[in-house]
C-alpha cells in the first residue's frame, strides 16, 4: 500500500517554544522537571541551550539514550508479581514537545490522505469514548427497532502497548507514508529503550526494553493506533476500536460474525499482538440469540463467556440495552465519596466545596451522560440524591432547602447539566460531520428559502 509521503520533520521555532510554556506546570519525575518549573520564564540563555537540543535532535535524527531510561512507577496491585509492573515511560518535557510537533504532523498527514479507519476513536481529534458509544448504541437501538437480537463480542488485546513489536510497527510506518528524516528519529526514539524499577532508596541498573511504544509517552498511544489500522479491514460486522479495545457487532449473521472472529484471531498471531482469549466476552443484546461462539487457538478451541453485564469504556451495559445498573453504581461511589471527604474535612466552605465536588463526586455522576441517560425516574432521583447530599455539607447550609443551596453555590440541578451536554453533543456533531451517523438527511425540495436554510434531518421515532 503506497501513500503519500511524510519524510520532514517541521522546525519551527515559535511554535515549539509555545509549546513548551503551555506545559509550565507539568511535573514529571525525569531529571528535567525544571524545565516545567521556568518554562514560562525562560532567559535567552536558557531558551538557546533548549533550542540546541531541539536542532541537534532533529537534523541528526537522534534521541539521547539517557533519556530513553524508564523508571517504571510503584504499581497499584501486588509489588511482588512482575506482572504488576508496567514499563511506563515518562519522557523529559522538551522532547514531550518534540512528539507533540511530529504527532501533529503524522495526524494532518493521515488526515489529508484519509488513512485511519473510520472506526477508531481513541486519541484523535473529535473521537473520544462518548463517540464510540454513542455509534454503538445506535446499532443496537436500531436492531432491536427492527426485532433483531444483536450478538457482540468484546475482545481485549493483552498488554498490546507493551507489546507491540518495532519492526513490524516499522514497517507500516513507512508503507503509510512515513518515510526519511521522520521515520529515522522515530527509529531512534523507539531503539535503544531501557527501563528499572524504583526498589527502596536505590535503583537497579536499567534493562533493555526492545519491544512496545513508550507509555506515558505522546507518540506512544498514536503508533498504536497505527499499528492496528489495517485490522478493520478483514472484518465484515460492524466494528469500534477505542485505542485497544475492540468489539464487533452483528444483528442479521452469527456466522458472519465468528468468521470475523476468527480473522481477528489470526491477525493477532501473524503481528504478535495476541488476544488474551480468557478476558474476551460475548453478550446478546434485546434478548437471546442462542448462539454460541469460540476462539480456535494454535492447539485448542476456547469458549467465549457469555455475560449479562458488561463494562465497557467505563460503562456498564446490560443485555437488556440498560444502563440502569450504571446509574445505581454511580450513584453509591458518590455518597462513599462523599462520607470520605465529610471524615476527612470537618469544615467545608463554598471554595472548599466547589474544588472537592468538581474533582471527586461530579465526574462520577456526569460521565457519558449522553449515553448512559435511562429517563427512569429512580435513576434520576439516585444521582440528584448525590447533590442534595452534598451540598447539605458547606457549613451553614444544611437546613436551607435544596433549591436555595444550590442558588447560593451557584449550582443547577443535575437535570439542566444533562440538557446542556445533550445540547453541546449535538452541536459537536453537526460541526464535525458526526451528525449524519446518527440522523437521516430528508430531501425535501419543496419549501421555499434560500441556500442557506438550514437542512432538515429525519430524527427517527421519539
Given at each position: 500500500?503506497?501513500?503519500?509521503?511524510?519524510?520532514?520533520?517541521?522546525?519551527?521555532?515559535?511554535?515549539?517554544?509555545?509549546?513548551?510554556?503551555?506545559?509550565?506546570?507539568?511535573?514529571?519525575?525525569?531529571?528535567?522537571?525544571?524545565?516545567?518549573?521556568?518554562?514560562?520564564?525562560?532567559?535567552r540563555?536558557?531558551?538557546?541551550?533548549v533550542?540546541?537540543?531541539?536542532?541537534?535532535?532533529?537534523?541528526?535524527?537522534?534521541?539521547?539514550?539517557?533519556?530513553?531510561?524508564?523508571?517504571?512507577?510503584?504499581?497499584a496491585?501486588?509489588?511482588?508479581?512482575?506482572?504488576?509492573?508496567?514499563?511506563?515511560?515518562l519522557?523529559?518535557?522538551?522532547?514531550?514537545?518534540?512528539?507533540?510537533?511530529?504527532?501533529?504532523?503524522?495526524?494532518?498527514?493521515?488526515?489529508?490522505?484519509?488513512?485511519?479507519s473510520?472506526?477508531?476513536?481513541?486519541?484523535?481529534?473529535?473521537?473520544?469514548?462518548?463517540?464510540?458509544?454513542l455509534?454503538?448504541?445506535?446499532?443496537?437501538?436500531?436492531?432491536?427497532?427492527?426485532?433483531h437480537?444483536?450478538?457482540?463480542?468484546?475482545?481485549?488485546?493483552?498488554?498490546?502497548?507493551?507489546?507491540?513489536?518495532?519492526?513490524?510497527?516499522?514497517?507500516?510506518?513507512?508503507?503509510?507514508?512515513?518515510?526519511?528524516?521522520?521515520?529515522?528519529?522515530?527509529i531512534?526514539?523507539?531503539?535503544?529503550?531501557?527501563?528499572?524499577v524504583?526498589t527502596?532508596?536505590?535503583?537497579?541498573?536499567?534493562?533493555?526494553?526492545?519491544?512496545?511504544?513508550?507509555?506515558?509517552?505522546?507518540?506512544?498511544?498514536?503508533?498504536?493506533?497505527?499499528?492496528?489500522?489495517?485490522?478493520?479491514?478483514?472484518?465484515s460486522?460492524?466494528?469500534l476500536?477505542?485505542?485497544?479495545?475492540l468489539?464487533?457487532?452483528?444483528?442479521?449473521?452469527?456466522?458472519?460474525?465468528?468468521?470475523?472472529?476468527?480473522?481477528?484471531?489470526?491477525?493477532?498471531?501473524?503481528?504478535?499482538?495476541p488476544?488474551?482469549?480468557?478476558k474476551?466476552?460475548?453478550?446478546?443484546l434485546?434478548?437471546?440469540?442462542?448462539?454460541l461462539?469460540?476462539?480456535?487457538?494454535?492447539?485448542?478451541?476456547?469458549?467465549?463467556?457469555?455475560?449479562?453485564?458488561?463494562?465497557?469504556?467505563?460503562?456498564?451495559?446490560s443485555?437488556?440495552l440498560s444502563?440502569?445498573?450504571?446509574?445505581?453504581?454511580?450513584?453509591?461511589?458518590?455518597?462513599?465519596?462523599?462520607?470520605?471527604?465529610?471524615?476527612?474535612?470537618?469544615?467545608?466552605?463554598?471554595?472548599?466545596?466547589?474544588?472537592?465536588?468538581?474533582?471527586?463526586?461530579?465526574?462520577?455522576?456526569?460521565?457519558?451522560?449522553?449515553?448512559?441517560?435511562?429517563?427512569?425516574?429512580?435513576?434520576?432521583?439516585?444521582?440528584?440524591?448525590?447533590?442534595?447530599?452534598?451540598?447539605?455539607?458547606?457549613?451553614?447550609?444544611?437546613?436551607?432547602?435544596?433549591?436555595?443551596?444550590?442558588e447560593?453555590?451557584?449550582?443547577?440541578?443535575l437535570?439542566?447539566?444533562?440538557?446542556?451536554?445533550?445540547?453541546?453533543?449535538?452541536?459537536?456533531?453537526?460541526?464535525?460531520?458526526?451528525?449524519?451517523?446518527?440522523?437521516?438527511?430528508?430531501r425535501?425540495?419543496?419549501?421555499?428559502?434560500?441556500?442557506?436554510?438550514?437542512?432538515?434531518?429525519?430524527?427517527g421515532?421519539?
Open positions: 500500500m503506497g501513500h503519500g509521503g511524510c519524510n520532514n520533520f517541521p522546525l519551527d521555532q515559535e511554535s515549539l517554544f509555545s509549546d513548551l510554556v503551555m506545559f509550565a506546570e507539568e511535573r514529571t519525575e525525569t531529571a528535567c522537571t525544571w524545565f516545567g518549573k521556568s518554562a514560562s520564564n525562560l532567559e540563555q536558557i531558551r538557546g541551550t533550542w540546541s537540543v531541539w536542532y541537534n535532535s532533529i537534523s541528526q535524527k537522534f534521541v539521547y539514550t539517557g533519556l530513553k531510561v524508564g523508571v517504571d512507577p510503584s504499581p496491585g501486588d509489588r511482588h508479581s512482575p506482572a504488576s509492573y508496567r514499563p511506563i515511560s519522557t523529559s518535557i522538551p522532547y514531550k514537545i518534540m512528539e507533540r510537533l511530529l504527532k501533529r504532523t503524522i495526524l494532518k498527514h493521515f488526515s489529508s490522505d484519509n488513512l485511519f473510520s472506526i477508531h476513536h481513541g486519541f484523535l481529534p473529535d473521537r473520544s469514548c462518548i463517540t464510540n458509544m455509534i454503538f448504541m445506535d446499532s443496537l437501538t436500531e436492531a432491536k427497532d427492527n426485532r437480537i444483536s450478538d457482540a463480542i468484546f475482545f481485549d488485546f493483552a498488554k498490546a502497548f507493551d507489546r507491540v513489536p518495532h519492526g513490524p510497527l516499522l514497517h507500516k510506518l513507512e508503507a503509510y507514508g512515513i518515510q526519511g528524516g521522520v521515520l529515522r528519529w522515530i531512534s526514539f523507539l531503539g535503544n529503550r531501557a527501563s528499572r524504583k527502596g532508596l536505590g535503583l537497579p541498573s536499567p534493562s533493555p526494553v526492545s519491544v512496545g511504544v513508550p507509555q506515558g509517552s505522546v507518540l506512544g498511544p498514536l503508533f498504536l493506533l497505527i499499528y492496528i489500522n489495517d485490522l478493520p479491514e478483514l472484518i460486522s460492524n466494528a476500536l477505542y485505542a485497544d479495545d468489539k464487533i457487532e452483528n444483528a442479521c449473521d452469527p456466522n458472519a460474525l465468528q468468521i470475523d472472529l476468527d480473522r481477528i484471531k489470526c491477525w493477532s498471531e501473524d503481528w504478535s499482538l488476544l488474551n482469549d480468557s474476551s466476552a460475548h453478550m446478546s434485546g434478548g437471546d440469540s442462542g448462539s461462539f469460540v476462539i480456535h487457538g494454535a492447539q485448542d478451541v476456547v469458549g467465549i463467556t457469555k455475560v449479562d453485564l458488561k463494562k465497557d469504556l467505563g460503562i456498564w451495559l443485555s437488556g444502563f440502569s445498573y450504571h446509574r445505581q453504581l454511580a450513584a453509591k461511589r458518590g455518597l462513599m465519596t462523599l462520607g470520605m471527604i465529610k471524615r476527612t474535612f470537618p469544615r467545608i466552605d463554598k471554595h472548599a466545596f466547589h474544588t472537592l465536588y468538581r474533582v471527586y463526586i461530579r465526574p462520577l455522576l456526569e460521565y457519558a451522560n449522553q449515553v448512559v441517560y435511562t429517563g427512569l425516574k429512580k435513576d434520576i432521583l439516585a444521582i440528584e440524591r448525590v447533590q442534595r447530599v452534598a451540598t447539605k455539607m458547606v457549613t451553614g447550609l444544611r437546613h436551607l432547602s435544596y433549591e436555595s443551596r444550590l447560593i453555590l451557584e449550582l443547577y440541578p437535570e439542566f447539566r444533562r440538557l446542556r451536554g445533550d445540547l453541546i453533543l449535538t452541536h459537536f456533531q453537526f460541526s464535525t460531520g458526526l451528525v449524519q451517523q446518527f440522523f437521516t438527511l430528508v425535501d425540495n419543496s419549501r421555499r428559502g434560500h441556500d442557506m436554510k438550514h437542512l432538515s434531518f429525519d430524527l421515532p421519539f
